[in-house]
């Protein structure tokens, strides 16, 4: 059973419940799809047991010795990435165009390593993640190698958690696909429910059933309204509501998952959801 925490954009709480369901359900196989923002596994003890390499788009590369500062390889690159045979790998898009119009070919394209990929051993299973190099793109097809490593080691009866990237572009269109289902975790904020909307419009085009939630639901009772009707005219199930609660501040600051705190709302809330969940959306046997 592979189940996917998403949302529209960042900072609604989507990692805490990816957490604490993963806690909850002893889910053995966690993804940190959150490439940008990799953070889940900052609340385990664990080890890392494997690393590799991840390539992103190639990048021009230039011979000082063959360059004449001819120029130009400025004047045919449009994305302003390289002036009198200086790249700058933040900017270039590996497009090849300068390859071509270098008098004295200087200029190739070599590969760029953009990120780290970890499997991290935890106390009930692993964690897969990535780390970023500063100015590495996200790209979806991270995220799918990501999703491919923790494949190997899912069964029939394991779950899988996977903390999805934010937004709606390539990176989380690879966090949703082939999940059995997504939660969407939205705030009662009306750029909140923009963003809900949009990602729920995107799981509904690539047919993956979505549940939804909504986190600090008492922050704004109107918009949490307008969520619920939203959700109801779409026939999303609305499996949580999920009060403010200070505690979780204190739980992120702690790397401590929310549910380990008794006098928590929020970790009672998550508790319910959870329940609501696996007694009437998914089933824990369900086969990959
Ligand atoms: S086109 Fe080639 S030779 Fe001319 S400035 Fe660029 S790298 Fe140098
Ligand atoms: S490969 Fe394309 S994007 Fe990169 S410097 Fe050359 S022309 Fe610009």
Known sequence: ????????KGGTGKTTIAVSIAELEKASIRVDADVDASNMYLYYDGWDIDKEYFFGNDIASVDKDLCIECGKCNEVCRFDAINMGDVNPLKCEGCGACTLVCPNEAIGLVEQKTAEIYTTEIPNGKIFRADMEIGGDGSGL??????????????????????????IGCPVIASITNNDKVLIVTEPTKSGLEDFIRVFKLAEHFNISALACINKYDINEEVTNEVEEYCKDKEIPLVGKIPYDEMVVKSINDLKPIIYYENSKANHAIREMWKEIKENYVNMREEF
């Open 142 to 167: 991270l995220v799918s190698r990501l999703r491919k490593k923790a494949e190997k080691y899912e069964t029939n009866s394991n779950l899988t958690i996977l903390d999805g990237s934010p937004g």
């Open 1 to 8: 059973m592979r189940l996917g925490i998403i949302s529209g």
